[in-house]
């Protein structure tokens, strides 16, 4: 019967992860299992107690009595030492009894410790009206039912303190993600300026005939290029995290989209001897309703990783087809290079995420392993979820002699 009363009495504790509710349940399932008249839970904080939850006490009582100062050879002292229970057959015979002010004395007292790897962090203190009311038994009793306790206690701190470190997290992270878009931002007018300066040099016939100064600025325009892609990209992504992305959709031809792509990639796909087929069946998708400028970006950013992950002398295959079940397209981006581990194929969809070391980054835009900010399949992703679709990617691994390859997968709705 006790034992199922104390099996009882654990699981109920386990029901609750909240410290404001776990002190309160604590005692109410202890009075099924040793029953008394007055009882209190207190946590250790130092040489203090303090009280969690009460029952039995008069209203004014409760309010008045928050902590217990630990004394010097008391009973709380004691019990701190011996990690056993303490029994007080009447509290009138005890010297330097603490007795609370206008409380009605209970004569017997019973202490047990609540204890966790081996230190006392709490206890629980139960009176009853009567000289010597309690006995051996409900020392054990108690004591064995204080060990549940402690489990549901710990597990309500442990459970308290993750979730405000969580929170915590979740500040810095908007902390954090402000302060990029507001650089992002403040970046990209000093970069206009200079772009447009750039530009007027560019015009002047000094300058676009001089074999020497041409060159140079026309590095300093790609540059910038590169820069102001970067920052969009970052206003892109702190868009999509703050889910401020607005679609506009309008029946959408993917196919001719992605021509559209690999159109724009035509210079870098020659200076890095690639070839880029696009799929006849790409043509033959049916309309989506879609974001059209978004949507380009999803394959802008594909089939830019698909150039840079890829060793010269690769190719990139864009092929699709419609689903009539569901009804959805499905576009994949296949290359012939370095191929990501499955360790981290979902991770790569993450903000920031690369799996490569950073150290090793040159900038540029379609280097072979030309490494960027990690943002393209943050932003890929964000466009995609947007739409009620899904990617992913299929790679066997990675590895730079045998290049496995990657194909990305990109399924859209057809609405
Ligand atoms: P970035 O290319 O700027 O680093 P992305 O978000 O576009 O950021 O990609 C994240 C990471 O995923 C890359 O750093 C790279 O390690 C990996 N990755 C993306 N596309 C490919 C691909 N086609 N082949 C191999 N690895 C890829």
Redesign the pocket.
């Known amino acids: 019967m006790l034992a199922e009363a104390l099996e009882h009495a654990g699981r109920e504790l386990g029901r609750s992860l909240d410290m404001r509710e776990v002190p309160g349940r604590i005692l109410d399932q202890l009075v099924t299992v040793v029953p008394y008249a007055r009882c209190s839970i207190m946590l250790e904080y130092g040489d203090v107690l303090k009280i969690e939850a009460q029952r039995g006490f008069p209203e004014a009582q409760r309010a008045k009595e928050v902590t217990v100062v630990i004394r010097e050879g008391d009973v709380f002292e004691q019990m701190i030492r011996t990690r056993r229970p303490v029994m007080v057959e009447d509290v009138l015979q005890e010297p330097g009894w603490q007795f609370v002010e206008g409380l009605e004395v209970h004569r017997s007292w019973l202490g047990v410790p609540v204890i966790s790897q081996d230190q006392v962090f709490g206890m629980i203190s139960m009176t009853r009206a009567d000289v010597a009311a309690f006995g051996e038994d409900d020392a054990l009793l108690a004591s064995a039912f204080a060990s549940q306790a402690a489990i549901a206690l710990q597990n309500a701190r442990l459970y308290g303190e993750l979730n405000s470190a969580y929170q915590n997290l979740e500040k810095l992270d908007q902390t954090k993600s402000n302060f990029i878009e507001v650089t992002a931002h403040e970046l990209r007018t000093p970069l206009t300026v200079i772009k447009g300066y750039a530009q007027v040099l560019g015009a002047l016939p000094d300058i676009r005939d001089n074999p020497q100064v041409k060159p140079a600025l026309d590095g300093i325009l790609t540059g910038m290029q590169r820069m102001h892609e970067i920052v969009n990209s970052i206003l892109d992504v702190t868009k999509i995290d703050s889910q401020v992305l607005q679609l506009a959709l309008h029946p959408t031809n993917v196919g001719n989209l992605v021509e559209r792509v690999a159109h724009h990639f035509q210079p870098d796909l020659e200076a890095r001897h690639l070839t880029l087929q696009v799929g006849d069946a790409i043509a033959a998708l049916p309309d989506i309703q879609a974001d059209s400028d978004l949507l380009y970006k999803v394959f802008y950013?594909l089939v830019m990783?698909?150039i840079?992950?890829?060793p010269d002398g690769g190719n990139i295959v864009l092929d699709g087809w419609a689903e009539t079940v569901a009804p959805a397209i499905e576009v994949t981006v296949r290359?012939t290079?370095?191929?990501?581990d499955p360790e981290?194929h979902k991770l790569?969809f993450e903000k920031f995420?690369?799996?490569?070391e950073v150290s090793l980054h040159s900038s540029g835009r379609t280097k072979f392993k030309g490494?960027?900010?990690?943002?393209?399949?943050?932003i890929a992703r964000g466009i995609v979820d947007a739409h009620d679709g899904s990617i992913w990617v299929e790679?066997a691994g990675h590895d730079e002699e045998t290049c496995p390859g990657?194909t990305?997968h990109v399924r859209l709705p057809v609405v």
């Open positions: 950013h990783n698909a840079k992950y890829t290359d290079g370095i191929g990501i981290h790569i995420y690369q799996t490569g490494g960027g900010p990690g943002l393209g399949l943050a790679s990657s990305f």
